[in-house]
């Protein structure tokens, strides 16, 4: 039977999709999909010279004074949160903070009622926070303004892909042809679906380390591989990208205990010193020791994932800037 | 049924009845509450004239399954809105799931809502009722005692949730069998979905929704269609929406088995690609599947297994949808759209013919709801009483749920070209429907 598709059909509807970041209409980042690969090097590019002014003596530019920010974190962030506060103040961008416990959110007022009183006071972006994915999206409706997306559920993290990006180009001096592998809870990540969309468009090849409880139904379509054996991995990637596991998955039989996980999935430090050619290790925070990586190892790795972090506040630093800042992303120091 | 004095002359349509086609331009006249003459040039001496040229006069629709919301969900619909609506969508009987508040699973509430039904006096209001008490899957609901009240409950289902104990469900089905009742089941294997807001797939995953597989379903499926085998129980499963839960019904069915089925226009139309817009009009239970099940939903339309069109019809206020997707409530409004899904979609795409699909909106749930009980009768042919649809299937529109009679306007087919479109609605011999416009009842 032929397949009516009402798009061809006596029915039509046009999918609206979000504004890209193209000029011409308001820009938004909600998903790494909203985003070209040169969109992504020319991002990591800007990135790359706004890191030169945090450290600088006076970490500030004037790029974006007079412009208002607002960091609505409905989930709570420590470390998103100060980054996209830093990225805004060395911007010279006026930015209020706001979280799900002191704010009106907790007192039963709907998402769409928050937004619109926030963007009354007249407001250039919304960085959002959400636990349900779709939430940036479905601000983009209400709100006359930019809106990133710092994290929604399980959807998407797309700044924290750009700066785990940047950190590999940084350190191995190029994205394409780069072998990552990820390991970990695939399932709950947003983490894991920015970096591998982000990655798949800048020509690098994703590997996903898990037990197949741990993957989301479907993944191999988004254009990865698979593996249960993370000694396979280590001997393939350049790049060991590690997830935080969360003891919760145990009581939802994920898989049987942290003790089996770490036998099984864990960064150990038998693991680490057999190999020959050591990968990058890199982890989106905040770690669990002696869980997804053993101590000792998070040690030696460790300026690296504290690159990461310093990373992020460029990368986001870059994202505003091009949201906001001018018709062209490069160069935001003057 | 109460008759009605009003002579009304139909021109010009050309008629459908079950098993005998659509005519050519024919006439059709009706006086206290019948069907008079159905004839070529009737004279139309005293009585009220509907223009149908172009278009077909039907048999009134039978939606088997809406929710009416009332008692206790006013806000999102009741019997009036939700009667308006149906006659607006050319249905002449509904029959609304129990899963109001308090619900439907004694005689007092169903009388309640067949009564307001009948107040309203737009179309017939048929309830069903629950399984359970309560609907809470522990204690069967007095089947017996609903059954010979007023409303005369013929189908019995705690939709929207499942009865998940084995036992308890293969009880309810022989004391049904017994009361000459019909389970109708929502299947859901409600330890497999639990959180899950769409489809288990590639789409799920990039969205970051939680999944629900199809399994679920099934397993649901194959569990009542095993208890119906073997309590020889009527069993009618409700929105069908796997391929793998048409093949099983398809060989339940060669088996003979007692079992009939229903889908949905949305589980028809859609597939779950078009959630990358995170609409939440487009979150139902059962979700909106991949678009292998939608082929395989439509290749049981017209091969047959599939029985029954009905809409789900789950009105929500807007605050309950225009919010995140995770906590948006389940389900769309479908009476205003069905008929133009089912021929913009089925009849133009050659998956049924236009009697086909009508078939599946009048005869057969008719039969399955045993609608004679109520000297109610799916066809056209003199002597029968006047339960007509009048619609033009060339009648080209774009959906705009504002002007939905509905008191919700949770549809995802907003700005949607379609066609086919209800213009006369007539029920029990009296216009409930003009030019598309609701009548109110005469004092």
């Given amino acids: 039977m032929s397949t009516p598709d009402p798009l061809k059909t006596g029915v039509s509807k046009t999918l609206k999709f979000d504004p890209l970041m193209h000029s011409g209409t308001r820009r938004h980042l909600l998903s790494i999909n909203d985003l070209s690969s040169e969109d992504i090097i020319r991002l990591l590019d800007s990135a790359r010279s706004f890191a030169e002014v945090s450290k600088r003596p006076v970490k500030k530019v004037p790029a974006l004074r007079g412009k208002t920010i607002v960091n609505m974190f409905i989930e709570p962030s420590t470390r998103t949160r100060m980054s996209f506060e830093l990225a805004a103040k060395r911007l010279s961008a006026d930015v209020v903070t706001f979280t799900a416990g002191a704010s009106s959110i907790s007192k039963g007022e709907s998402l769409k009622d928050t937004a619109k009183t926030i963007v009354a006071m007249g407001v250039d972006a919304v960085v959002i926070r959400h636990s349900s994915a779709g939430a940036p999206r479905l601000l983009t409706q209400w709100v006359d303004c930019s809106v990133i997306n710092a994290g929604d559920g399980m959807h998407e993290h797309p700044t924290q892909a750009l700066l785990d990006l940047y950190t590999m180009r940084e350190r191995l001096g190029k994205l394409e042809g780069l072998k990552v592998a990820i390991v970990g809870d695939i399932d709950h990540s947003r983490v894991a679906r920015s970096n591998i969309l982000a990655l798949n468009k800048v020509g690098a090849s994703v590997l996903l380390v898990a037990p197949r409880s741990l993957l989301p139904a479907g993944i191999e379509e988004m254009g990865v591989e698979i593996t249960g054996s993370i000694d396979e991995a280590l001997q393939w990637c350049d790049v060991l990208y590690l997830l935080r596991i969360q003891l919760e998955r145990v009581s939802e039989s994920r898989f049987p205990s942290l003790r089996e996980y770490t036998l099984q999935y864990g960064l150990t430090q038998t693991r680490w010193s057999r190999l020959k050619r050591k990968p990058l290790v890199m982890h989106p925070g905040p770690m669990n020791r002696g869980v997804e990586i053993a101590s000792v190892v998070a040690d030696e790795v460790e300026p690296v994932i504290t690159g990461q972090v310093a990373a992020g506040v460029a990368v986001r630093m870059a994202v505003l800037y091009e949201l906001l800042g001018g018709p062209t992303g490069v160069g935001g120091s003057d | ?443």
Avoid at chain 2, 233 to 248: D, F, K, Q
Avoid at chain 2, 346 to 370: C, D, F, H, Y
Avoid at chain 2, 375 to 390: D, H, M, R
């Fill in chain 2, 1 to 443: 049924m109460r008759g009605n004095s009003q002579k009304i002359l139909i021109k010009k349509g050309r008629v459908y009845s079950p098993g005998a086609g659509i005519s050519s331009e024919i006439d059709v006249l009706i006086h206290e509450g019948i069907i008079k003459r159905i004839d070529r040039g009737i004279q139309p001496t005293g009585a009220k004239i509907l223009d149908a040229e172009g278009c077909i006069v039907s048999p009134g629709f039978i939606d088997m399954h809406v929710h009416l919301r009332e008692p206790g969900m006013e806000y999102k619909e009741d019997v009036g809105s939700g009667s308006r609506a149906a006659v607006s969508g050319g249905f002449t009987v509904v029959c609304c799931m129990p899963n109001t508040d308090p619900p439907i699973d004694n005689a007092s509430v169903a009388e309640y809502v067949f009564d307001r039904g009948v107040d309203e006096g737009l179309c017939m209001v048929l309830p069903h009722g629950a399984i359970t008490q309560g609907r809470g899957g522990k204690a069967l609901a007095p089947m017996g005692e609903m059954g010979s009240c007023r409303a005369m409950v013929r189908g019995f289902s705690d939709d929207g949730s499942t009865v998940t104990d084995s036992e308890i469900m293969r009880r309810a089905m022989e004391y049904a069998r017994t009361m000459d009742s019909l389970i109708i089941s929502h299947c859901e294997d409600v330890s497999l979905t639990a959180g899950g807001q769409m489809n288990e797939g590639f789409y799920s995953t990039l969205l970051g929704l939680r999944g629900i597989p199809r399994e679920a379903e099934e397993i649901g499926v194959f569990r009542d269609i095993c208890l119906s085998e073997k309590t020889n129980a009527e069993l009618h499963i409700a929105h069908v929406s796997t391929a793998e839960t048409i093949m099983l019904l398809r060989d339940a069915k060669r088996r003979n088995s007692r079992v009939t089925c229903e889908v949905t226009p949305h589980h028809f139309t859609l597939d779950d690609s078009y959630l990358v817009t995170y609409d939440t009009n487009l979150k139902v239970n059962p979700p909106l599947r991949s678009r292998a099940d939608v082929e395989a939903v439509l290749e049981g339309l017209a091969d047959g297994t599939v029985d029954v069109i009905a809409t789900d019809h789950a009105p929500h206020a807007l605050h309950e949808k225009e919010t995140e997707f995770d906590r948006a409530e389940f389900g769309m409004v479908g009476l205003e759209t069905c008929l133009a899904l089912v021929i913009s979609v089925l009849v133009e795409n050659g998956v049924l013919s236009l009697e086909g699909a009508l078939e599946k909106m009048t005869l057969a749930p008719s039969r399955i709801m045993r609608l004679e009980r109520f000297g109610y009768s799916p066809l056209i042919e003199e002597g029968a009483p006047a339960n007509i649809t009048v619609f033009n299937p060339d009648f080209e529109w774009v959906v705009d749920p504002q002007m939905f009679k509905s008191r919700s306007k949770n549809s995802p087919f907003a700005g949607w070209k379609v066609k086919g479109k209800v213009i006369h609605t007539i029920f029990s011999g009296r216009v409930v429907l003009e030019n598309m416009e609701v009548k109110a009842k005469l004092e």
